[in-house]
Nanobody, 118 residues
């Protein structure tokens, strides 16, 4: 079994920064894409950022220029550096990893609350 454990998050004021981490543990051969999603109250879960095994990244338009996703393959960990936070970034953030190769499985972290006050 693969487990993803998230850390970071919390309560900050607008304009401040936070860093989220998500570490995978268990038995697996490789990790393909890693991603961060978020879900605000009464809204659907949305993709925030994704990073491929090759290091290519993609971001939601709403976070471009403010958030940075990165990965440390040796630690099986993905990070989300969030700068210039806005109240509309308030949500529960989830990490996700695509693990294995034929077949592949998607695993999710437990979620962490990020609250940004104005």
């Amino acid at each position: 079994q693969v487990q993803l454990v998230q850390s970071g998050g919390g309560l900050v004021q607008a304009g401040e920064s936070l860093r989220l981490s998500c570490a995978a543990s268990g038995k697996f051969f490789s990790i393909d894409a890693m991603a961060w999603y978020r879900q605000a109250p009464e809204k659907q879960r949305e993709l925030v950022a994704v990073i491929t095994s090759g290091g290519s990244t993609n971001y939601a338009d709403s976070v471009k220029g403010r958030f940075t996703i990165s990965r440390d393959n040796a630690k099986s960990t993905v990070y989300l550096q969030m700068n210039s936070l806005k109240p509309e970034d308030t949500a529960v953030y989830y990490c996700s990893m695509v693990v294995g190769f034929l077949p592949q499985y998607t695993y999710w972290g437990q979620g962490t609350q990020v609250t940004v006050t104005s």
